[in-house]
Nanobody, 126 residues
Framework: QVQLVESGGGLVQAGGSLRLSCAAS????????MGWFRQAPGKEREIVAAINWSGSSTYYADSVKGRLTISGDNAKNTVYLQMNSLKSEDTAVYYC???????????????????WGQGTQVTVSS
């Protein structure tokens, strides 16, 4: 069992940067794949970025490649999403999620994740 709490969201101007954090408790994240998802009002939750349990493989949605980066700090039991060159279309609630299986590839579907945080709002003004 693992509990996830997101933080770092807020209001930022287009072109600006934010770093989202996902802090875990209950279990160490070193044996979990991790993903970042986002959901805008009236839309389905969509994958943003993911990393497999060993950190050997990552995935990024085409819309965020080159702008967003997923990373982890095992010592702090925390996963990050560095967000640069933000656009208005990045506005959404961002969720982190944990995948308990030791896959060789990043999980990209919501159904592949067993644990979810409560989300943090990111609003990009233009």
């Amino acid at each position: 069992q693992v509990q996830l709490v997101e933080s770092g969201g807020g209001l930022v101007q287009a072109g600006g940067s934010l770093r989202l954090s996902c802090a875990a408790s209950g279990r160490t994240l070193s044996s979990y794949g991790m993903g970042w998802f986002r959901q805008a009002p009236g839309k389905e939750r969509e994958i943003v970025a993911a990393i497999n349990w060993s950190g050997s493989s990552t995935y990024y949605a085409d819309s965020v490649k080159g702008r967003l980066t997923i990373s982890g700090d095992n010592a702090k039991n925390t996963v990050y999403l560095q967000m640069n060159s933000l656009k208005s279309e990045d506005t959404a609630v961002y969720y982190c999620a944990a995948d308990p299986l030791r896959r060789t590839y990043p999980a990209t579907a919501t159904t592949m994740y067993a644990y979810w945080g409560q989300g943090t709002q990111v609003t990009v003004s233009s």
